[in-house]
T-cell receptor, first 114, second 111 residues
């Protein structure tokens, strides 16, 4: 089954404790992206990757890191989480190329930072 | 499921009626506009897109209209069904890799 998977689905942590949210897709997509979703703000793009070893900042990159060492994986790293990073996070992937717009989203990761 | 939005604009329609969801966008340079549907507890799901050089595009039971003069986008759903109940987001693509989402509209279908 073609899908984007995220782990963990739920995480409660404390301020300053480094964490990684994993994202994996099995569709051989070049493009992957991370979003956060907050009430009243919609989805905001954190980072995206056009292909292996190629990443760039989205609209809200502060406090986050990403890496793209393999095509299928795109982990999101919070080196020192803070309470304002409490949010619902989505990973997504799609084919690269200018006319491709159908992004496939993962199920989401609910993160709470105390 | 997860609560994806508080104080969202809400549209309530009777089952079988047509729904129209509106969206204002901000960037005149965006080359694509996209509609996503998000059901409770799930990630967004692609519905339809439209290129900036078009003003209308039709899919299965859905039509997207683009009015660049007033920077307005709409999604029309024909014969709305209970399974259409969800939050709908418009998004604009200001570059090949960026995507900017609107705040969303909650559609409630009354059986």
């Amino acid at each position: 089954e073609a899908q984007v998977t995220q782990n963990p689905r739920y995480l409660i942590t404390v301020t300053g404790k480094k964490l990684t949210v994993t994202c994996s897709q099995n569709m051989n997509h070049e493009y992957m992206s991370w979003y956060r979703q907050d009430p009243g703000l919609g989805l905001r793009q954190i980072y995206y990757s056009m292909n292996v070893e190629v990443t760039d900042k989205g609209d809200v990159p502060e406090g986050y890191k990403v890496s793209r060492k393999e095509k299928r994986n795109f982990p999101l790293i919070l080196e020192s989480p803070s309470p304002n990073q409490t949010s619902l996070y989505f990973c997504a992937s799609r084919l690269a190329g200018g006319h491709y717009n159908e992004q496939f989203f993962g199920p989401g990761t609910r993160l709470t930072v105390l | 499921g997860e609560s994806v939005g508080l104080h969202l604009p809400t549209l309530s329609v009777q089952e079988g009626d047509n729904s129209i969801i509106n969206c204002a966008y901000s960037n005149s340079a965006s080359d694509y506009f996209i509609w996503y549907k998000q059901e409770s507890g799930k990630g967004p799901q692609f519905i339809i897109d439209i290129r900036s050089n078009m003003d209308k595009r039709q899919g299965q039971r859905v039509t997207v209209l683009l009015n660049k003069t007033v920077k307005h986008l709409s999604l029309q759903i024909a014969a709305t069904q209970p399974g259409d109940s969800a939050v709908y987001f418009c998004a604009e693509r200001p570059g090949s890799y960026q995507l900017t989402f609107g705040k969303g509209t909650k559609l409630s279908v009354i059986p």
